[in-house]
């Protein structure tokens, strides 16, 4: 009896032990994951601290100032406000302060004979809309911004480069919003060449421009885009083009291999073919962007239009669209939704038909089948539909496409039904 007593005991000693070990190693566990939260917010910075230390072993006062303001934000959203205080207050001290006589305090590059500015910053809101691709351009986009957020540790393992995207296709198909898109995603501000106030026509300007815009988005933390790229980039055996256009290219290139391997640049053309050979190597990442297919355009649709419609009428509209750039369907909505404000109606299927039909004149990328149906009468845009789609162009849906009741529609899709008096 007493040795069970004893036995018990022991057990619930044993069972104490345990339980003290258990919490101690668990506490352990703990402290060892604070260290490594606490050290994976020291060094997610370095990237940003060797970009200061660099400016400041080469005295460019305008890459410390940026850079170190960046920092502060990044350690502000990070929750480390008192960091943030003391780097700020840092910056404001020093803002009175002697510089080298060499190096002056950048703003905004500007041409030297105009006075014209090379740059402007774009806003965005900090919820863009959704950006529609196919899945792999998609892909494509988002290896491109997690490269671009994982610099600081391509730059310790030494692979580190120029993050450079150029981007191509016809007008309207977003690449514009994919620059904005980029610089959201990552956080920074995005900066456009004006082409107009680079390219000038003092000999030998043009390149100095290139030079400005290109150091100033070395020396500060921003995304770089460089709209209607083909102005800069044409092809140097183009025989229509001046001896100092041609010189153009070679300062860009010059000057695109400087970059440091913190500079993200964005560039953007209509025109692929007029680019010289030597532009495409230089850049890491070829984005072809595409009118969109008819999910994406199902897709945008129903991301532009703003309110609730059926889905028979967004597939109507998907079919209608074909040939049709994002922007275009972007336009059409934004034109709706501007009337049903002013008007207080909620548009009907026949009023966006119209706004597609107006919008299709002037569209250079295709519409075809929009293109068509403009040239025709009602009467005759009932049958071509019809034998288009006969079950989605039912005479009820081309009623409402039409603006007629659905007797009539019926009747002007049967065979033999005459042309005239529509």
Request: some cysteine.
């Amino acid at each position: 009896m007493l040795d069970r007593r004893t036995d018990s005991v022991v057990c619930r000693r044993s069972g104490y032990r345990l339980t003290i070990k258990l919490f101690r190693l668990i506490i352990v566990v703990n402290r060892l994951k604070m260290s490594y939260i606490r050290l994976m917010s020291e060094t997610k910075y370095m990237s940003e601290v060797f970009r200061i230390v660099a400016g400041a072993l080469r005295l460019d006062v305008n890459k410390v100032r940026n850079y170190t303001a960046y920092l502060a934000e990044k350690l502000e959203e990070g929750g480390d406000a008192p960091a943030a205080n003391r780097l700020r207050k840092l910056l404001a001290e020093t803002d009175h302060q002697l510089q080298p006589a060499h190096v002056a305090t950048r703003t905004m590059p500007v041409d030297g004979e105009t006075r014209f500015p090379l740059l402007e910053t774009v806003g965005y809101r900090n919820i863009e809309p959704e950006l529609v691709l196919p899945q792999e351009q998609q892909d494509l986009v988002e290896e491109f911004i997690s490269v671009a957020k994982s610099r600081a540790q391509l730059e310790q393992e030494d692979v580190s480069t120029p993050l450079t995207l150029l981007v191509y296709g016809p007008p309207g198909c977003g690449k514009s919003r994919l620059a904005r898109h980029i610089a959201n995603t990552l956080g920074l501000r995005l900066f456009v060449a004006r082409l107009d106030g680079l390219i000038s026509s003092y000999l030998g300007s043009t390149a100095k421009n290139i030079r400005s815009v290109f150091e100033f988005g070395a020396s500060t933390p921003c995304v770089l885009f460089l709209d209607e790229f083909d102005a800069i980039a044409k092809l140097r055996d183009d025989s229509h083009e001046l001896g100092e256009l041609k010189r153009v290219v070679n300062s860009f290139l010059q000057n695109l291999d400087a970059l440091g391997s913190e500079s993200i640049v964005l560039a953007a053309t209509n025109h692929p073919q007029l680019l010289d050979a030597a532009v495409w190597r230089r850049f890491s990442y070829c984005l072809e962007m595409q009118l969109p297919t008819a999910p994406a355009r199902h897709k945008l649709w129903s991301l532009f239009l703003g309110r609730d419609v059926g889905e028979t009428d967004r597939e109507i509209l998907t079919d209608l669209s074909e040939g049709l750039s994002g922007a275009d369907i972007r336009e059409v909505c934004l034109h709706l939704r501007r009337r049903t404000i002013a008007m207080r109606m909620e548009p009907t299927l026949k009023e966006t038909f119209t706004n597609l039909l107006r919008i299709a004149g002037g569209s250079p990328n295709g519409a075809k089948l929009l293109r068509g149906l403009r040239e025709m009468e009602p009467k005759r845009r009932a049958r071509t539909l019809r034998q288009r789609n006969a079950t989605l162009y039912s005479s009820a849906h081309l009623a409402s496409l039409l603006g007629k009741s659905k007797a009539t529609a019926h009747r002007w899709t049967q065979k033999g039904a005459s042309h005239k008096n529509a």
